[in-house]
């Protein structure tokens, strides 16, 4: 793009706490603002004093909302209707990017109330899920008129693509996640960590669907013969009663929970780990955190799902077990502790898989795309997916 573009980046989600569609909204506009682009972050706030990105426009509040397993925080106040008619109006964007435009209010009002014949307008489907994304709507059928004003389509994987692409036909161009290998990479080991144990990291909120009771025991099943095994759980939330049953019946020893971590302490824990386990059962769309774990040198262990299956080659950058088999996630585990060199061969290929993820060659894939429209808003998007 030779010009700078004002871009409005729109999102269901409560700005104000930490989750990957914000962080992902985060740091594409931090990257389109280092090239001289205008870019402004719409989305409710439930502390908005607290946000200090002077671009960012709080847009209504959030409500807490159950859905697959988690729980969305979004707002679904349609009085917010004449106030983004009204924002849409007075920053007249090049590009409109709404984030999940079908989850919440804001990015679905953005999405149909946008004059397209003057912006284009994009959105991206980040989820994967075994319930539909649009619950709040109801419907494929009320549902897939709401996406005629797209211009372009975007998806962060292989599996979300093909998951909204069978509800809604269309041209889905897969543009991943990216990660800031630097801060991993460059992270310090916490040196308590650092005394001969061998440290399994878990690192998530601690919601049923990431799967740490399967690891809890196949931890169990490993610890006997491996005494010097060291289970560290990083992340908020509290594990539900399987999880106390498993460590109580089989009196696990060196399980070491930290609750939620800054950002800073998220690197350092996985550049102390000597094997990354992610357990999780399904509905994710994409592995960020196994990317993480690569960049920061940690050999990988996640369960084969299709999220994960999309960012991991068995036996090259990691390993893959079957979901919910803790047998088998102890067997993959067990030949990362008994073979040092297939840590090293691991971790080394790793840190190569990750260096394509970094956010300025997401960014930069974006504003290509952005750029395939920029003459033509008008045009219709259809034909066959591609991945970049």
């Known amino acids: 793009m030779d010009r700078a573009l004002k871009i409005g980046l729109f999102s269901p989600y409560d700005h104000a706490v930490h989750g990957g569609v914000q962080s992902h909204i985060n740091e594409i506009a931090g990257q389109f603002r280092s090239w001289g682009h205008r870019v402004r972050i719409v989305a409710p706030a439930s502390s908005p004093a607290s946000i200090a990105d002077p671009d960012f426009i709080p847009m209504g509040r959030p409500f807490p909302l159950p859905t697959a397993g988690s729980v969305a925080r979004v707002s679904v106040s349609v009085w917010l209707h004449p106030k983004i008619k009204d924002l849409l109006r007075r920053e007249n964007f090049d590009i409109l990017h709404s984030h999940e435009p079908l989850v919440g209010y804001v990015p679905l009002c953005a999405l149909t109330v946008v004059d397209r014949s003057s912006t284009v307008n994009v959105a991206t489907f980040h989820s994967y899920r075994g319930r539909r994304a649009w619950w709040a709507i109801g419907s494929d059928r009320l549902a897939n008129p709401l996406l005629n004003p797209l211009h372009g389509r975007v998806a962060v994987s292989e599996p979300a693509a093909e998951f909204i692409n069978r509800h809604f036909p269309g041209d889905y161009r897969v543009i991943p996640n990216g990660i800031r290998v ?45 005494p010097e095994l060291r289970l560290i759980v990083v992340g908020a939330g509290s594990p539900d009663p399987e999880c106390y049953r498993i ?28 094997v ?17 774990a690569m960049s920061a040198g940690a050999p990988v262990v996640a369960t084969d799902i299709k999220g994960y299956a999309s960012v991991v080659h068995h036996g090259y950058d990691g390993l893959l077990a079957a979901p919910k088999d803790e047998d088998a996630l102890a067997q993959a585990i067990q030949a990362l502790v008994k073979h040092p060199e297939l840590r090293a061969r691991l971790s080394e290929n790793g840190v190569r898989t990750a260096e394509a993820f970094r956010w300025e060659r997401v960014a930069g894939k974006v504003m290509d795309y952005y750029d395939e429209f920029a003459t033509r808003p008008a045009a219709a998007v259809s034909g066959r997916r591609r991945a970049v």
């Open 182 to 226: 630097d801060d991993f990479a460059g992270a310090r080991p916490l040196p308590e960590l650092m005394d001969g144990k061998i440290n399994i990291l878990f690192l998530g909120r601690l919601e049923k669907r990431k799967g740490l009771r399967y690891l809890l025991s196949a931890y169990s099943k490993l610890k006997w013969d491996w």
């Open 247 to 274: 460590m109580s019946e089989r009196n696990l020893q060196d399980v070491v929970f930290t609750g939620r971590v800054s950002n800073e302490e998220r690197a350092r824990y996985f550049k102390s780990a000597h």
């Open 276 to 292: 990354y386990c992610s357990p999780a059962t399904g509905n994710e769309s994409f592995g960020i955190v196994l990317l993480e």
